[in-house]
């Protein structure tokens, strides 16, 4: 079975701008949860997707959306950059919510 | 909000010492997971603990769960170069509840 991808694997983006990451999970897996990690904070939950639904969220801004599609993949959005948005972005699937499968992560940079 | 903390952050060892990494939960959890990150990679699971006072090894790593369900250990025996990364506990409380990472601890393993 293929893993979890994750594109683009890098990005530069400058502050006010909006950026969109996708992930596509392991097949079959219908759960995808979004993290950001950062050397300061760890790894940070964004929120989770199950069958196209928002099914749990983390303590983020607005600006911070997400979304997933009918074939399970999922995308999120960062609108309006800040400096701080800078980080690494991983996706994770899971068929059960328990074991999380993670992507090599989209490194953001936003100068 | 629950939180899971971690401890030490980081650890250095020689190479064949033994090394032990701490999880503790300020609520009582359905699960804890742990993972590994290797440096410049991304997360992997490793093992799940589901009972209280549950212990499981896999080769030279022994994991522990313990009987209050808020705690979590994970020691490596005889640690070799390959075991550098960063190791992350993760809990979950109920089934359907996101994971929460610990800040991970940081091992370096000196030949």
């Known amino acids: 079975k293929a893993g979890v991808t994750q594109t683009p694997r890098y990005l530069i983006k400058t502050r006010g701008q909006q950026v969109t990451l996708s992930c596509s999970p392991i097949s079959g897996h219908r759960s995808v949860s979004w993290y950001q990690q950062t050397p300061g904070q760890g790894l940070q939950f964004l929120f989770e997707?199950?069958?196209?639904?928002?099914?749990n969220k983390g303590n983020f801004p607005g600006r911070f959306s997400g979304r997933q599609f009918s074939n399970s993949r999922s995308e999120m959005n960062v609108s309006t950059l800040e400096l701080g948005d800078s980080a690494l972005y991983l996706c994770?699937?899971?068929?059960?919510?328990?074991?999380?499968?993670f992507g090599p992560g989209t490194r953001l940079t936003v100068l | 909000g629950q939180q899971v903390m971690q401890i030490p952050q980081y650890q250095h060892v020689q190479e064949g010492e033994d090394f032990t990494t701490y999880c503790n939960s300020s609520t009582t959890l359905s699960n804890i997971q742990w993972y590994k990150q290797r440096p410049g990679g991304h997360p992997v699971f490793l093992i799940q603990?589901?009972?209280?006072?549950e212990v499981k090894k896999q080769k030279r790593l022994t994991f522990q769960f313990g009987e209050a369900k808020k705690n979590s250990s994970l020691h490596i025996t005889a640690t070799q170069t390959t075991d550098v990364g960063t190791y992350f506990c993760?809990?979950?409380?109920?089934?359907?509840?996101?994971?929460?990472f610990g800040k991970g601890t940081k091992l370096s393993v000196k030949p």
């Open positions: 997707y199950f069958s196209e639904t928002q099914r």
């Open positions: 994770a699937s899971s068929s059960t919510l328990d074991t999380q499968y």
């Open positions: 603990l589901v009972k209280s006072g």
């Open positions: 993760a809990g979950q409380r109920g089934s359907q509840g996101n994971l929460i």
